[in-house]
């Protein structure tokens, strides 16, 4: 029997990888979305990006599988797809995870972020804390995480990130919105968190 040639054995590694990557990010069954929810981390080869303008134009995405609808600006990349989407412009991310579970604790987003950053240990988080936002109770977070060098110039970006952990009938979203420290978006990234509408 003739041996599988190494571009067969390329592909097939790269494959198992994909999908071990992957996780379950569109699987129903996770309790917890940390199962498929990492931590943010900008790329340090990635130009710089500036804030998001006063005159930014903001589109709707609709996410019938996620069960949700979220503002976000216009010329940003989306990657992924139903419980697993991805927005970007450069180093601005915004990322939200939708898994099974019920409202989220002070202790469980906590744990949550000892969990991750056991994964990337530049993570650091201050303490998670309950806010309301048009009337829906979430919990909020902010951490920072460090990007590997830039390859070049030894350069690392540091990013700051929003974490937004909200949910409803048994459903569990959490919504990163990340930016380089120094970049201010504030104002466009409150716009962004208080669209999410449940559907």
Same mark, same amino acid.
């Given at each position: 029997?003739?041996? @599988?040639?190494?571009?067969?054995?390329?592909?097939?590694?790269?494959?198992?990888?994909?999908? $071990?990557? +992957?996780?379950?990010?569109?699987?129903?069954? &996770?309790? $917890?979305?940390?199962? &498929?929810?990492?931590?943010?981390?900008?790329?340090?080869?990635?130009?710089?990006?500036?804030?998001?303008?006063?005159?930014?134009?903001? *589109?709707?995405? !609709?996410?019938?599988?996620?069960?949700?609808?979220?503002?976000?600006?216009?010329?940003?990349?989306?990657?992924?797809?139903?419980?697993? !989407? %991805?927005?970007?412009?450069?180093?601005? *991310?915004?990322?939200?995870?939708?898994?099974?579970?019920?409202?989220? $604790? *002070?202790?469980?987003?906590? +744990?949550?972020?000892?969990?991750?950053?056991?994964?990337?240990? %530049?993570?650091?988080?201050?303490? @998670?804390? /309950?806010?309301?936002?048009?009337?829906? @109770?979430? !919990?909020?977070?902010?951490?920072?995480?460090?990007?590997? @060098?830039?390859?070049?110039?030894?350069?690392?970006?540091? *990013?700051?990130?929003? /974490?937004?952990?909200?949910?409803?009938?048994?459903?569990?979203? %959490?919504?990163?919105?990340?930016?380089? /420290?120094?970049?201010?978006? !504030?104002?466009?990234?409150?716009?962004?968190?208080?669209?999410? /509408?449940?559907?």
């Amino acid at each position: 029997m003739p041996r @599988p040639s190494r571009a067969v054995f390329a592909a097939a590694l790269a494959a198992v990888t994909a999908l $071990s990557a +992957a996780g379950c990010g569109d699987s129903t069954s &996770s309790s $917890s979305p940390s199962a &498929s929810q990492g931590a943010l981390s900008a790329d340090a080869r990635s130009a710089a990006t500036g804030d998001i303008p006063d005159n930014q134009n903001f *589109l709707t995405f !609709v996410n019938a599988k996620g069960g949700y609808s979220i503002r976000y600006p216009e010329g940003w990349a989306q990657s992924g797809a139903g419980r697993d !989407v %991805t927005f970007r412009d450069k180093n601005n *991310l915004v990322h939200i995870v939708i898994a099974r579970g019920g409202a989220p $604790s *002070l202790a469980a987003v906590r +744990a949550e972020l000892a969990k991750l950053r056991r994964s990337s240990p %530049t993570l650091r988080a201050r303490a @998670p804390q /309950r806010v309301t936002i048009n009337g829906t @109770p979430l !919990v909020k977070v902010v951490y920072t995480t460090r990007s590997a @060098p830039n390859p070049v110039t030894g350069k690392r970006v540091t *990013l700051v990130v929003d /974490r937004y952990a909200l949910a409803r009938n048994g459903t569990r979203a %959490t919504v990163d919105l990340g930016t380089p /420290r120094g970049v201010d978006n !504030v104002d466009g990234y409150r716009m962004m968190i208080e669209s999410f /509408r449940w559907r």
